[in-house]
């Protein structure tokens, strides 16, 4: 079964013990808008998005965004 976003940002909060006030804190957005962009991660900016990987939450977006191509180097 695929999970969606949601699910993957809950699954990385509780295995960090965050609360998603703190990361909207963190990202310096109101808990709205992080929900908004936990709905349409298109809607994350890109300081947000290293913002998140410098907390170490993994979103998986490479399996949503069909334009994130892993290639090999």
Same mark, same amino acid.
């Given at each position: 079964? $695929? ?16 609360? @998603? ?8 957005? $109101? ?13 994350? $900016?890109? @300081? ?25 180097v």
């Amino acid at each position: 079964m $695929t999970e969606n976003v949601e699910q993957v940002f809950s699954q990385e909060l509780k295995r960090l013990n965050l609360k @998603r006030y703190e990361v909207a804190k963190e990202l310096g957005i $109101t808990y709205p808008a992080l929900k908004a962009k936990i709905d349409n991660p298109d809607r994350f $900016t890109y @300081r947000e998005l290293k913002k998140l990987a410098e907390l170490e939450i993994n979103l998986q977006l490479e399996l949503y965004d069909s334009r994130i191509i892993k290639k090999d180097v």
